[in-house]
């Protein structure tokens, strides 16, 4: 479908110059020169990201300093990246059967995506705003239960990515109000009234 | 020549080359600094205090950089055009008035390091000698996208020059002498006792042509084609590397201070300031005048950048006929009536 921009304005022959437009353009430019830079200066400032920041895993504690992961192996048969690695053992609690031997997130193969802690149950597995992650080999990026649970003890305090944010128990994430982009329907000429609701 | 005069332009070649060396070095920091505050953003500043050593940052790169020769340029061309283009850009600056004339010992010396009476046309004859070496440089690569910017870039600055010798025949005509230093001392004094007697003030096409083409010279936005990076990749220095590229890359600064330096002496006053003429004629005024020229250069050179990051990059076919169609004739008609005007008012 055609778009007439109908430019029918011709150009003076000052503006033909295009001195009056260059001279514009200039005091833009000279306008940004002075006013305040974006730029952030890593190391010394640092991104203030979101509470729904994807960064480095952890496993969360509940009451009396457990772990309330189950090792239900959810969060590692939603991993996209087939990153996790769950071993469990048994154990003789009130309100579990199992809870992980070996819990091993790869966090070079993580693509940080987050289905893992949407997919866990207990709220076991959360992701915080840390995303320094620096070593000198491939071996110490693997993060052991030990070290995911040490990250818990650091960020206790803070807003971490959790289930909460993907839905709570059985409820979806409240669905988008598409009734508002739908087209009204059509006049209809031959019946003189308007349709009644919204059509397609 | 005296042997004062001697000393003193002997002193001034050493302080121009060494200048001249510092332009290109500062020049390119200035550039990234001032594009960057354009653009919203900082420029390179971990470099010492605020950055101001980058470029000696960029220089130890350039050294250290492996030097590439390609297998099927002419050696001999290809190594020796880079400096084709330098070399004239530097020598130009031996007929530009850097400060006003000083008396020592009695007698007066011209604070430049040659007071040819021919200055205008040595100038111009210098800049055309740069074209070659651009050419010889594209021409020497063996590489089709260098040659295309070789020539455009040679077709482009021929083109130009027309409209810049112009404009300064327009100036030697208000003047009534070639040398740069009548010039500059045509500029003396105050209509109405406030203006000073620039020639902006007194030729203004002539100086907007100028300044048009002076941007079309030195290969800067919006006439940068033969540079295009987004188009032929580096254009004419396309192949060349490390201190090669240097030298190209130093003898474009070079060329645009000495085109600043060039606007500032034929259309703002030089040397001259305002209040100039009240103060004694010794060498500390005169080293004076020389930091207020630099200073009005420096202006220039940001006049440079300010317009390139203003204005987008013209089609090649639009440039030449601005260049021919369009500045070429209002530089024409700014001689003819210049003339008349003087040979009316005379």
Not at chain 2, 156 to 173: C, F, N, T
Not at chain 2, 309 to 316: E, I
């Amino acid at each position: 479908m055609a778009i007439n921009v109908g430019r029918s304005k011709k150009l003076t022959l000052a503006e033909r110059f295009y001195f009056p437009a260059i001279l514009t353009g200039m005091k833009l430019t000279l306008r940004h020169m002075f006013s305040k830079k974006i730029t952030l200066q890593y190391p010394e400032e640092e991104r203030d990201f979101l509470p729904n920041y994807r960064g480095v895993h952890r496993l969360n504690k509940g009451e009396s300093d457990r772990i309330k992961c189950v090792a239900c192996e959810m969060c590692a048969s939603a991993c996209p990246a087939h990153c996790i690695t769950i071993k469990a053992t048994e154990v003789d609690w009130e309100d579990r059967d199992k809870i992980p031997k070996i819990f091993e997130i790869d966090e070079l193969k993580c693509i940080y995506c987050g289905y893992c802690v949407e997919a866990c149950p207990k709220d076991a597995i959360s992701m915080t705003r840390l995303y320094h992650m620096v070593d000198r080999n491939r071996e110490d990026m693997v993060f052991g239960l030990d070290k995911l649970l040490s990250i818990y003890d650091e960020t206790k305090d803070e807003k971490t990515l959790d289930g909460e944010d993907f839905g709570v128990g059985d409820e979806q994430r409240r669905p988008v109000d598409l009734t508002s982009w739908q087209k009204p329907a059509p006049v209809s000429p031959a019946i003189g009234t308007t349709s009644a609701g919204g059509g397609h | 020549m005296s042997q004062a005069q001697f000393i003193v332009s002997v002193a001034l070649v050493l302080v121009m080359v060494g200048l001249s060396l510092m332009i290109g070095g500062l020049g390119s920091f200035w550039e990234r600094k001032i594009s960057a505050w354009i653009q919203d953003r900082i420029g390179p500043n971990r470099v010492g205090p605020r950055g101001l050593l980058q470029f000696m940052a960029d220089g130890v790169k350039f050294f250290f950089k492996e030097d590439i020769i390609p297998a099927n340029v002419d050696k001999v061309v290809f190594v020796s055009a880079p400096l084709m283009v330098l070399i004239p850009a530097m020598i130009t600056f031996a007929v530009v008035p850097l400060g006003r004339p000083f008396i020592w010992a009695g007698e007066q010396l011209m604070f430049q390091i040659a007071n040819l009476n021919i200055g205008v046309l040595y100038i111009l004859a210098m800049a055309s000698v740069g074209i070659y070496g651009i050419v010889f440089g594209a021409w020497a690569s063996n590489n089709k996208y260098s040659l295309m910017g070789g020539l455009r870039a040679s077709a482009q600055m021929i083109s130009y020059e027309l409209s810049l010798g112009l404009s300064l025949v327009a100036i030697v005509l208000v003047a009534g002498s070639l040398s740069l230093s009548d010039i500059i001392a045509g500029q003396t004094g105050y209509w109405f006792g406030v203006l000073p007697k620039w020639n902006v003030f007194c030729q203004p096409l002539a100086a907007i042509t100028f300044i048009i083409a002076m941007f079309a010279e030195t290969n800067r936005l919006p006439f940068d084609l033969p540079e295009a990076e987004q188009e032929l990749v580096g254009g004419y220095h396309t192949e060349y590397s490390s201190l090669k590229f240097a030298i190209f890359f130093l003898a474009e600064y070079i060329n645009m201070f000495l085109q600043s330096a060039l606007a500032v002496i034929l259309f703002f006053g030089g040397w001259q300031f305002p209040g100039l003429e009240l103060l004694p004629k010794t060498l500390w005024v005169s080293l004076l005048s020389f930091g207020v020229f630099f200073l009005k250069a420096l202006a220039f050179m940001f006049l440079y950048n300010w317009v390139r990051w203003t204005l987008p990059r013209f089609k090649y076919d639009q440039l030449m006929r601005i260049g021919w169609k369009r500045l070429l004739p209002a530089t024409l008609a700014n001689v003819f009536i210049t003339a008349v005007w003087l040979a009316v008012t005379a």
